[in-house]
């Protein structure tokens, strides 16, 4: 259905769960695909699934994108290696359950450096090496950016922000052929990300019920979202936040409040 050949995309977080996901697809499609996280260990296995999933170039560097300077220097050298970016996936994230008299203002901090301030570092470092026109960019965000959760209200915060990016940065980069969308992914399943908001069946199975579909999503349904905002089949669209949630967001997010509230009391 898709086509990237000779498109080059940059996932950063996107060497586990949804975001590598969404690295994966893009290069089954084709396309040159680099990646960067913390890790070096995931950035190389990461690295050898988009070269064997036929990617032709790859490439990756460890960098914490709390690190604007380090940021910049590494997609220098990745815009070196690849080209031009086409496609820029932001999804870089740290989240925990925690209520908000129990944390202490590095933990609110951490979150809100990594995926808010992480956030604009990307975007700073990657606008001079992006293709103009015609880049799509698609900062991934989170239901708890409209939707308050008990022992979410850094991520929230965050989130939030987030989506005021992805809005301000169309009204600012339009003029010059950017796109910038949010994706905001519901519950997906055998992620790191639900794993830490319902660690068990129980928990999961509520979760499942409170989804207007009856199930969790997978990273395939992301990846499919991101892969259309990044053709020219979605090139009127830009400043959009969009659900891929079985239309958990529209539903309240059913039962994540008491799911989370209980978690915190055991
Ligand atoms: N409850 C309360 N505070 C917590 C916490 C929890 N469950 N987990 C971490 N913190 C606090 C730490 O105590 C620390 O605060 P302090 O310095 O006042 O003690 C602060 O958060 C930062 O923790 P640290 O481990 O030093 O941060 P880090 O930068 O190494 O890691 C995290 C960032 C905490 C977000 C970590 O969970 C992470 O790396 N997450 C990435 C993966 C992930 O979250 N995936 C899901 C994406 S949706
Ligand atoms: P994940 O597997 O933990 O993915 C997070 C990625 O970001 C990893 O590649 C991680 O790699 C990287 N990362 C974390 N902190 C970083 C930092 N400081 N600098 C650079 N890279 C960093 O989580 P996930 O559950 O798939 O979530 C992915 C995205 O989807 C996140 O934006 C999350 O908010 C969003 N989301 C998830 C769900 C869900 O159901 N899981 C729902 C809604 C939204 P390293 O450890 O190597 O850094």
Known sequence: MFNFNQKNVLVVGGTSGINRGIAENFAR???NVAVISRS???VDDTIKSLRALGSKKVAGRAVDVRDAE???NQIVELTAEIGRWHVVISGAAGNFPALAMNMSANAF???????LLGTFNV???VYPYLQKPGASIINISAPQASIAMIAQSHVCAAKAGVDMITKSLCVEWGVEGI?????VPGPIDGTEGMARLAPNDAMRDAVKKSVPLKRMGN???VANLCMFLASDF????TGAIIPVDGGWVVSGAGSMNSILAAAMKS
């Open 40 to 42: 070096q260990e995931k």
């Open 29 to 31: 499609v084709g396309a």
């Open 70 to 72: 380090q940021l910049k």
């Open 234 to 237: 979605a090139s009127y669209i």
């Open 179 to 183: 796109r910038i969308n949010s994706v």
């Open 109 to 115: 901090k951490s979150v809100v450096d990594i995926d």
């Open 123 to 125: 975007m700073q470092s």
């Open 219 to 221: 990273v395939d349904d």
